[in-house]
């Protein structure tokens, strides 16, 4: 089968064309043949830092974690799939497990669904990771209708899903982002769009919510704008990230009574640790999708798999509106 493997961790330039063996079934597995995969942030540090992140296959390694497919087999212990079945998953492109980048994946059951019946291939490939964490958050926060959400970075891949999920909750939402484009979007998705460059944390927080704060402020930017969540949270406010590695005094969150929740959802793949849970959310993407209510936004370019590299230049560039969906 085609693939495209790095042989060594570095630049986009790293990876190479090469023909692997097809994977053969295994029990508890899937095996997929792939139509579409997506690039996600912790793609491109993987293939930049190798060993320097703990979470890195070894080299040569193929990565790649989304994907969308047709099931060509089935194994032994696998309920509830059958041959021509179209699934979409987030299963591979870490630890010991084979990515993506390539036209068949065995996948574990427990970390794939059938794909929603309204999105395309590249649709559904561009939602397992994102829709996983952005569901994850807000669960964890206990969002509730009524509630006022903000979201930062609604522009961006957990973003824009974390919007379209609050407001499939019953919230009122709220979201950061910058440049016509962006603010453009974010409303489209249906929240109001607030310019973290020309209205401060303060400000908004006293526009939108008479100065009491949001109940639940999603972080999908992290590191130093956590400062900034937990100013705009209001007292004993729920705070959700998903990049939370960074050195930062928690004083404003202890005044405010704040819950903090880490979001790290590759933890099922990294530990094989309650990987049903994810075929879980990924069955309720499904539904909520299917009714209308999610629907991933994919950037203007189109990338196959001998383009990898070039698609994981445009992530980096930070030009990207929506997901980046490479074709299998």
């Known amino acids: 089968m085609r693939a495209m493997i790095v042989n060594t961790f570095g630049d986009p330039d790293v990876f190479e064309a090469v023909e692997l063996p097809k994977p053969t079934i295994k029990t508890g597995h899937l095996l997929v043949k792939i139509s579409a995969t997506s690039v996600n942030i912790v793609d491109t540090m993987i293939r930049q830092m190798g060993a ?22 089935v194994g032994e212990d696998v309920t509830g799939y059958q041959v021509g079945d179209e699934v979409y998953g987030c299963a591979g492109g870490l630890a010991d497990l084979p990515g993506t ?28 990771l994102v829709g996983i964490t952005a569901y994850e958050g807000l669960q964890r926060a206990g969002v509730k209708p009524g509630q006022n959400v903000l979201v930062h970075g609604g ?3 957990v973003g824009h899903v974390a919007i379209q999920l609050a407001r499939h909750f019953g919230a ?15 409303e489209r998705l249906g929240a109001t769009p607030i310019n973290y460059r020309t209205e401060s944390v303060e400000s908004y927080v006293q526009k939108h919510t008479n100065g009491a704060g949001f109940d639940i402020v999603f972080d999908s930017v992290g590191g130093a704008n956590m400062a900034n969540s937990f ?19 928690l004083t404003p969150a202890h005044f405010k009574g704040l819950s903090l929740h880490v979001i790290f959802m590759l933890i099922p793949m990294l530990h094989n640790y309650h990987r049903e849970e994810h075929g879980r959310i990924l069955t309720a993407l499904k ?9 991933p936004v994919l950037d203007e370019t189109l990338y196959d798999l001998a383009d990898i590299g070039k698609a994981h230049e445009r992530l980096a560039s930070g030009k990207a509106m929506g997901k980046i969906v490479v074709s299998v």
């Open 52 to 73: 320097k992140l703990p979470l890195s296959p070894q080299a040569p390694a193929l990565l790649g974690m989304d994907f969308a497919g047709v099931v060509e087999e």
């Open 101 to 128: 980048l390539t036209e068949y994946i065995v996948a574990d059951a427990n970390l794939v669904a059938l794909k929603p019946k309204n999105l395309t291939m590249r649709e559904a490939a561009a939602l397992p």
């Open 155 to 157: 522009s961006g891949g």
């Open 172 to 186: 009122k939402v709220y979201s950061t982002g910058s440049g016509d484009p962006q603010m453009a979007l974010i």
């Open 231 to 249: 100013e705009a949270a209001r007292l004993n406010g729920q705070v959700a990230t998903t990049v939370s590695m960074i050195e930062l005094d």
């Open 287 to 295: 539904t909520i999708a299917e009714a209308g209510d999610l629907k």
